[in-house]
T-cell receptor, first 114, second 115 residues
Framework: AAGVIQSPRHLIKEKRETATLKCYPI?????VYWYQQGPGQDPQFLIS???????DKGSIPDRFSAQQFSDYHSELNMSSLELGDSALYFC?????????????FGSGTRLTVV | DQQVKQNSPSLSVQEGRISILNCDYT??????FLWYKKYPAEGPTFLIS?????DKNEDGRFTVFLNKSAKHLSLHIVPSQPGDSAVYFC??????????????FGKGTKLSVKP
């Protein structure tokens, strides 16, 4: 069965550079969530989208922005990268919000800022 | 402030025995709880969930118990198998409290099942 696809799997950037992470949800899933997991930390909710509209916002820095496109894939744009942005970024998708039906995570993008 | 707490960072169990992973929460608005299993270099994989209207949910070797008055839930794995060795995350959501489906995670418990 198709899963949540995240690209790239690994990314190395320098401080003050920008990065774009992509997430392709499970087919027919209309909701995408982004999480950030720092070293030794629990996954922290960043932002979510339902039907291409932002549905909820968590601890996402102002330097980050995200959107969901017409094909339901989502991109997380990160600017002015800092060393502390080094983390594993997970995307999850589900069918509808508040339902958790098929709430599935991708394998993550490991971002390293040097 | 950590709303979902997993106080044991690690747990070691002998194969065939029961593994009990614990989770405490502070937000009384949480009404849906999930357990995820995570292997290195992979995303969290859904294991089992429970709604706040229940106190037990069972799926094969996995059972989740919810004690609302104590704001405590636990995951029981019996019998434990070496393939169960992974990090287990407890997660919660306040579905009707405006969270729109996002999950609050605990820090995880690393389970090691020894043959």
């Amino acid at each position: 069965a198709a899963g949540v696809i995240q690209s790239p799997r690994h990314l190395i950037k320098e401080k003050r550079e920008t990065a774009t992470l992509k997430c392709y949800p499970i087919p027919r899933h209309d909701t995408v969530y982004w999480y950030q997991q720092g070293p030794g930390q629990d996954p922290q909710f960043l932002i979510s989208f339902y039907e291409k509209m932002q549905s909820d916002k968590g601890s996402i820095p102002d330097r980050f922005s995200a959107q969901q496109f017409s094909d339901y894939h989502s991109e997380l744009n990160m600017s002015s990268l800092e060393l502390g942005d080094s983390a594993l970024y997970f995307c999850a998708s589900s069918l509808g919000t508040n339902q958790f039906y098929g709430y599935t995570f991708g394998s993550g993008t490991r971002l390293t800022v040097v | 402030d950590q709303q979902v707490k997993q106080n044991s960072p690690s747990l070691s169990v002998q194969e065939g025995r029961i593994s009990i992973l614990n989770c405490d929460y502070t937000n009384s608005m949480f009404d849906y709880f999930l357990w995820y299993k995570k292997y290195p270099a992979e995303g969290p994989t859904f294991l089992i969930s429970i709604s706040s209207i229940k106190d037990k949910n069972e799926d094969g070797r996995f059972t989740v118990f919810l004690n609302k008055s104590a704001k405590h839930l636990s995951l029981h794995i019996v019998p434990s198998q070496p393939g169960d060795s992974a990090v287990y995350f407890c997660a919660a959501s306040a579905r009707y409290g405006g969270s729109q489906g996002n999950l609050i995670f605990g820090k995880g418990t690393k389970l090691s099942v020894k043959p």
